[in-house]
């Protein structure tokens, strides 16, 4: 039997995809779960792609880095390599001299090979060049890792924490916390809040008034929940209540769904005063009458402030049984970075602009 099919023949046509409608009731309840599968599957595939492809570029840059100790070599030397790499392996990306350079500085800054067994090593190699490139320190590094692990951010997102400096900042709003909320909630709150928060995405003018940062945070609030933290969800902007009869307008609404709470944000534009945390108490109060559900933890209160004297909002706040806390606000990182959090390592565009060639 001839297995050659007849040119003039007609390839055998698909049957049309059957309408929705005609599908059995049971249906949507199969698709989801053959869809979360499907999901769950490329994101695992993905992440041991970064993780095998992580492991490859340490044990690279060990080998480079043993060879460095017992024999010496010089930039000659990774030329050479990089060009019979690339001949052996006419189709692979990555190993251009300068990524090889990358290589050995990531072997240099994890020695340990048991790094590649977490979380961490499922990141982008992006990820890693952006940390060798921003930081010098390994306890920062290791914390900017595990953060954007758990946060799941893009590079562009991590270069932004570290430019901002978010491992200083977590936790170091003034608050009162732990005199309010059992031990577990309020370490988690704490982490949660920062001082100063950085809203470099808006322009203010020379009026520098309360009601326009308002505005141009709400027109940016990707930008301000990202700035916020994780589990923010936007509620509302100028929030009405009405109180025996009166209004009432909270700045800014949240709810956080890791806190199971709403956020009250009122925004300053003036030294903090302690009057501040009376107005702030009386809009969470009302929220937690008005809009909380029952199995919603009290609402937290966050003022923010354009400066503060810590020692006074620390005595302001003793007087509040509702959880708060304080911090500033600032459009930009004032003062540059330490000398050695920078580095002489090329740009992760350039290296990017590497690793699409061939």
Same mark, same amino acid.
């Given at each position: 039997m001839s297995t050659f099919s007849d040119p003039n023949e007609e390839a055998p046509a698909f049957p049309p995809t059957p309408a929705r409608s005609g599908m059995p009731k049971w249906y949507p309840d199969m698709l989801a779960p053959v869809s979360e599968t499907v999901s769950t599957g490329r994101v695992r595939a993905i992440t041991a792609v970064n993780q095998e492809l992580v492991a490859t570029y340490w044990a690279v840059g060990k080998e480079l880095l043993l060879r460095e100790a017992s024999e010496g070599w010089g930039a000659k030397v990774v030329l050479r390599l990089a060009a019979d790499l690339k001949e052996r392996f006419p189709d692979a990306r990555g190993f251009s001299p300068r990524n090889l350079r990358y290589m050995r500085s990531f072997a240099e800054a994890w020695p340990d090979f048991q790094? @590649?067994?977490? $979380? =961490?090593?499922? @990141? $982008?190699? =992006?990820? #890693?060049?952006a940390l060798l490139e921003k930081l010098s320190d390994p306890e920062s590094r290791l914390w900017y890792a595990a953060a954007a692990v758990e946060h799941g951010w893009s590079r562009n997102v991590l270069v932004h924490q570290i430019e901002t400096r978010l491992h200083e900042r977590s936790g170091q709003a003034i608050s009162n916390f732990k005199a309010v909320l059992p031990a577990a909630d309020s370490d988690l709150l704490q982490q949660t809040m920062k001082d100063p928060?950085? #809203?470099? #995405?808006v322009s203010m003018t020379d009026r520098h008034n309360e009601a326009e940062l308002e505005s141009q945070l709400v027109d940016h609030v990707e930008n301000f929940l990202l700035e916020l933290g994780q589990g923010f969800a936007f509620v509302g902007r100028q929030v009405r209540f009405v109180v025996g009869g009166d209004e009432f307008f909270a700045d800014l609404l949240f709810y956080n769904f890791r806190l199971r709470s709403f956020v009250v944000v009122e925004l300053k534009n003036s030294k903090f005063d302690p009057g501040y945390l009376g107005q702030l108490g009386m809009y969470m109060s009302a929220v937690d009458d008005l809009m909380a559900h029952e199995d919603d933890k009290p609402t937290i209160g966050l003022l923010l402030c354009k400066t503060k004297n810590n020692v006074v909002a620390e005595y302001a706040l003793r007087g509040y049984s509702a959880p708060i806390g304080v911090a500033e606000w600032k459009t930009q990182i004032v003062d540059s970075l330490p000398e050695e959090f920078k580095s002489s390592l090329p740009s992760i565009e350039l290296l990017e602009a590497e690793l699409g060639e061939r």
């Open positions: 790094m @590649l067994q977490t $979380p =961490s090593a499922t @990141l $982008p190699w =992006s990820h #890693f060049v928060y950085i #809203f470099d #995405f």
